[in-house]
Every structure is written in C-alpha cells, then in structure tokens.
C-alpha cells in the first residue's frame, strides 16, 4: 500500500516537474520573439525557420498609409511600413502554394486564419515594423509589435494581428 501511494506521488511529482519544464520553455520563447524581434515560421506546428529583423531588411519594403482603429483611441490614418509575407515564406524557402493557408498567431494567443489565395493576392498581407516612420514597441513597451500583421483587405482591422510571433503553414 505504502508503496503504491510513493509510486504515484513520484508519478505526480515527475508531470508537474516536465510540465513547469515545458511552460518554461513556452515563455523563453515568447520572450526571444518579442526582444529579439523574430518570427517563427512553422509547417503544422513543427518550427521550420526564424526570421529576425536583419532576414526582413533584404526584402522589398514597401509603405502604405491605413486607418488605425482600436477600442483605446479615435480611427485615425497612418501609414505602416514592411514586407509582404509572401516574400518572408518565400525567403524562409518556403513555396506557399504548397499549403491551403496559414495560422498567424500572437504572443497574447490570438490567432488569425489566412487563405492561401489572400497571402498570395498583391498588396494585401503585409508584416509591419513602422508606423508614421517610428518602430513599433513591443506590447510590454505598450506597443503593437515589434511585428505587426496587417490584412488591407481588412478595413476594420479585426484580423490585424499585433505582436506577431508565429506563421504556421497548414
Ligand atoms: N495580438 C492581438 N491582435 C489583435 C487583437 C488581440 O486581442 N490581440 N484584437 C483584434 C481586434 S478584435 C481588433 S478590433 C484590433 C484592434 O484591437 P484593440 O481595440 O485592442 O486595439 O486588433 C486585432 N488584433
Ligand atoms: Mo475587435
């Protein structure tokens, strides 16, 4: 009997010790993505590339002016600058049409699906680093970044992802 309750004890002992070991590594990583300013690319989950700030400089970067909506502040227009995530898959050697889409993912959880067919449209998914011309803070900086993900075809900006951390091709 005594025997039987130390055997589960250790049993429990050893989940909790693997599941504190596991979250610990969940939070590294939202903290390398957010003060190293990378994004993970994944295929299905599996973490197939990262990209930093210095990968994004060799892109195309393009800029373009929205309207900022938020529940904290008037609509008010400004102007992004970044790289279309279709050339960021393509640079992390990638061949997005070989996917139905992808899951942008944030680091607070939000999660947003993307068509394949909307990430390859011209002009329309865009990964930000810029507003009116200033970096984008983190969200413990009480920023949106340092990443941004913005939809145009999305006016309302409900599918604009802030703090961006995680492509995942599906
Ligand atoms: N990471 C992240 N991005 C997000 C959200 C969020 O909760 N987390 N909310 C979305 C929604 S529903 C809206 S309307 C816009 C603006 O959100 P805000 O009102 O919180 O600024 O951001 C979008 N992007
Ligand atoms: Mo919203």
Same mark, same amino acid.
């Given at each position: @009997? @005594?025997?039987?309750?130390?055997?589960i004890? $250790?049993?429990? !002992?050893?989940?909790?010790?693997?599941? &504190?070991? $596991?979250?610990?590594? %969940?939070?590294?990583?939202? /903290?390398?993505?957010?003060?190293?300013?990378?994004?993970?690319?994944?295929?299905?989950?599996?973490?197939? %590339?990262?990209?930093?700030?210095?990968?994004?400089?060799?892109?195309?970067?393009?800029?373009?002016? &929205?309207?900022?909506?938020?529940?904290?502040?008037?609509?008010?227009?400004?102007?992004?600058?970044?790289?279309?995530?279709?050339?960021?898959? !393509?640079?992390?050697?990638?061949?997005?049409?070989?996917?139905?889409?992808?899951? %942008?993912?944030?680091?607070?959880?939000?999660?947003?699906a993307?068509?394949?067919?909307?990430?390859? @449209?011209?002009?329309?998914?865009?990964?930000?680093? /810029?507003?009116?011309?200033?970096?984008?803070?983190?969200?413990?900086?009480?920023?949106?970044?340092?990443?941004?993900?913005?939809?145009?075809e999305?006016?309302?900006?409900?599918?604009?992802?802030?703090?961006? @951390?995680?492509?995942? $091709?599906?």
């Open positions: @009997m @005594m025997k039987r309750i130390i055997i004890l $250790l049993i429990l !002992a050893a989940v909790v010790g693997v599941t &504190a070991y $596991l979250n610990k590594g %969940a939070e590294e990583d939202l /903290l390398t993505a957010q003060r190293e300013s990378i994004i993970f690319i994944s295929e299905e989950g599996e973490r197939i %590339a990262e990209v930093s700030y210095s990968d994004l400089e060799q892109l195309e970067e393009a800029e373009f002016s &929205a309207t900022l909506r938020s529940s904290s502040q008037p609509a008010r227009e400004v102007s992004y600058t970044g790289v279309t995530l279709r050339d960021i898959l !393509a640079a992390a050697g990638t061949d997005p049409v070989e996917y139905e889409g992808v899951n %942008a993912a944030a680091v607070d959880g939000y999660t947003v993307l068509d394949i067919d909307e990430v390859l @449209m011209e002009d329309n998914v865009f990964v930000v680093y /810029l507003r009116d011309g200033e970096p984008l803070e983190t969200r413990d900086q009480g920023g949106d970044g340092p990443y941004q993900l913005i939809v145009r999305d006016t309302y900006g409900q599918r604009w992802v802030k703090y961006l @951390m995680e492509i995942d $091709l599906r």
